[in-house]
């Protein structure tokens, strides 16, 4: 009987759908549900965690609040925290080694005045005993002196480090987020189309801080994709793996259990030349390999069949490879599917303006249309883009009010939601990876400065306007192709907060981003790079109270860098007389 290809263990225990509640926030589908692999767990005797508990309470030891919260892979911002974590446990670890230091020390001078004493003793046993003091010092030794250095040798040091670990270990990110950050390694990769070796090596665009992914790193990226059924990254991840074993680097994994992966990845892919190679070069390390064995002869099998209608696949084959150079020929760019227009836009690579419409687009100072803040002092200002309309504010925002803001939002960061059109709850979604906090004017005087300032810049009543929401992104942070307004299909989308929809959105830049990060507009091919301390401003809507489907936007995945922005919601009760109605649908 042929041997049938045999899948590997997918190491998936169970798929936990991640939740969360905010109010008002965008519209769009969710996705799937994070993965979960399986990791053992600690268990902590209860009489131990009422005892650390009470030390905590008595030395008065307190654990920053931003650690009871969850998803750090979505916030740079939180994983801030886990930096000084580690370093807690570094210093805890190395009191741990000076501990077991000392510990060894005695017990290496108890040994070496011993080792001189018997050396003299055995060479004249009764005459080194005849002296009646060396004959109470064996008796004393041996029943106490001893048992003292037995006491000693097992008196366990790592007490203080394993209760510091124990302490900390439940504030740990968790399997969700290492599958997080790998994802959002996977999903830089596709966006500004760096290969394995550009991201293994840690070659990217302004980094300060320079690291490269070990063939162990790179090993567990492929299994993450595995997991996830992810064949592709699971290739590319694989062989960054064995390359980098191939070139010789040392590493706690071996070349076959990284075949063992790639070759299988491959075969599913439907590359079954590559799947055999790979099979061999895995039986010629190991030829006793069960599965490898098995799929060889499946491989053998297949491959034997695909002989007998060689010329038929040929003859498909030859069509295919025309079909395909017309392909690769490439469609207008203002024909790609919105995630190729998206990703391009991400990487700067959208469509540039002709110098006609470029000639149109000006920059200025702005009085706010007359406000008497602005006419003394008038703010700069620049178009972005001309349809739609989108202006950027300079120097909008000064780095004191940024750094209040960030301060009094980043205790109440979770992970941003979207409205489930489906169920009209607010839940999260793959394909936006940040969290938020909401702050209101009445709680802090300069949150009630900065919403007064939107109001007096754009004309427009912000008293109906949502709370200011304050926005970290994470690893490979992203909110994917979205419309703030909502849709004629939403009517409910905004019934609770009973201020119609969303007219118009303010936004902050409260970070330069070193590389990525930019907010794009695929529909027209517009581009919007985080600059600090600047707001950009547009209408989602026509004077008319359509929505301008121009205005889908996207933040792009942030590829190096940490990236805060804030935004104002701005609604369409209370602009019935700053922005009257027009009678044509789309002006």
């Given at each position: ?68 919260h ?27 080694i ?6 060894l020390?005695?017990?290496k001078?108890?040994?070496e ?24 010092k ?13 006491n ?5 040091m790592?007490?203080?480090?394993i ?15 290492q ?24 070659n ?18 492929g ?7 992810d064949?592709?990254?699971?290739e ?16 706690s ?51 034997a ?11 498909t ?40 419409r ?6 200025r ?39 209040t ?37 009445y709680?802090?005087?300069i ?15 912000v ?5 200011l ?45 070193a ?20 707001a ?20 792009c ?31």
């Amino acid at each position: 009987m042929v041997g049938r290809i045999i899948s590997l263990p997918s190491g998936a225990c169970s798929a936990s759908p991640v939740t969360g509640v905010k109010r008002g926030e965008g519209g769009e589908r969710v996705s799937g549900d994070l993965s979960r692999r399986c990791m053992g767990r600690i268990k902590i005797d209860k009489t131990m965690v009422f005892t650390m508990s009470w030390c905590l309470l008595v030395f008065g030891v307190l654990l920053p609040s931003s650690y009871a919260h969850t998803d750090f892979f979505t916030s740079i911002g939180h994983m801030t925290d886990l930096i000084n974590t580690e370093k807690d446990l570094v210093t805890s670890l190395k009191d741990y080694i000076k501990a077991e230091e000392s510990k060894l020390e005695q017990i290496k001078k108890w040994a070496e005045k011993l080792d001189k004493l018997t050396d003299t003793a055995t060479k004249d046993p009764e005459g080194f005993l005849g002296h009646p003091v060396n004959a109470f010092k064996l008796m004393k030794r041996l029943n106490t002196e001893w048992s003292e250095l037995e006491n000693l040798v097992l008196k366990d040091m790592s007490d203080g480090f394993i209760s510091n670990m124990t302490i900390q270990r439940q504030y740990f990110p968790n399997d969700e987020d290492q599958t997080g950050a790998a994802k959002a390694l996977l999903r830089l990769q596709d966006t500004y189309n760096l290969d394995t070796d550009t991201l293994s090596k840690g070659n990217l665009p302004g980094v300060k801080h320079k690291t490269f992914l070990t063939a162990e790193d790179c090993f567990e990226l492929g299994k993450i994709a595995y997991t996830e059924s992810d064949y592709y990254h699971t290739e590319l991840w694989m062989e960054q793996a064995l390359k980098q074993l191939d070139d010789g680097e040392v590493s706690s994994i071996d070349k076959v259990s990284v075949l063992d992966y790639l070759s299988y990845a491959v075969y599913q892919q439907g590359d079954l030349d590559k799947a055999m190679t790979l099979t061999k070069r895995l039986l010629e390390l190991d030829p006793e390999h069960q599965r490898a064995n098995g799929n060889m002869k499946y491989f053998e099998y297949i491959m034997a069949k695909e002989k007998e209608t060689n010329k038929s696949f040929a003859e498909t084959n030859d069509k295919a490879e025309e079909e395909s150079k017309i392909q690769k020929k490439g469609p207008s760019k203002d024909y790609l599917p919105e995630r190729q227009k998206y990703e391009m836009l991400c990487r700067g690579e959208g469509l540039k303006m002709t110098p006609r419409r470029q000639s149109k687009l000006f920059c200025r100072y702005s009085d706010g249309n007359g406000n008497p803040k602005y006419i003394l002092g008038p703010v700069k200002q620049e178009d972005e883009w001309d349809r739609p309309r989108i202006v950027r504010f300079i120097e909008i925002i000064s780095d004191e009010e940024i750094e209040t803001v960030k301060e009094l939002a980043k205790p109440r960061l979770s992970r941003a939601t979207v409205h489930d059109p489906q169920t009209g709850k607010l839940t999260t979604a793959q394909y936006r990876v940040s969290k938020s906090a909401w702050l209101s004017g009445y709680e802090n005087p300069i949150v009630a400065r900065i919403n007064t300032r939107i109001q007096d810049l754009t004309g427009l009543d912000v008293s109906t306007a949502e709370e200011l929401q304050v926005a970290n992104y994470g690893v490979g942070g992203q909110y994917e192709p979205h419309y703030d307004f909502a849709r004629k299909d939403e009517p409910d989308a905004f019934k609770e907060l009973g201020t119609g929809n969303r007219i118009a959105t303010w936004l902050f830049y409260m970070s330069d981003v070193a590389a990525g990060g930019a907010t794009v507009f695929p529909e027209v091919g517009a581009s919007v790079w985080p600059r600090k301390g600047t707001a950009v401003f547009w209408y989602n809507l026509f004077p008319s109270g359509e929505g301008d489907y121009s205005t889908r936007h996207a933040a792009c995945p942030v590829l190096v860098g940490n990236k805060w922005v804030s935004n104002k919601w701005i609604h369409e009760r209370g602009q019935e007389f700053r922005r009257p109605c027009s009678l044509s649908e789309f002006e």
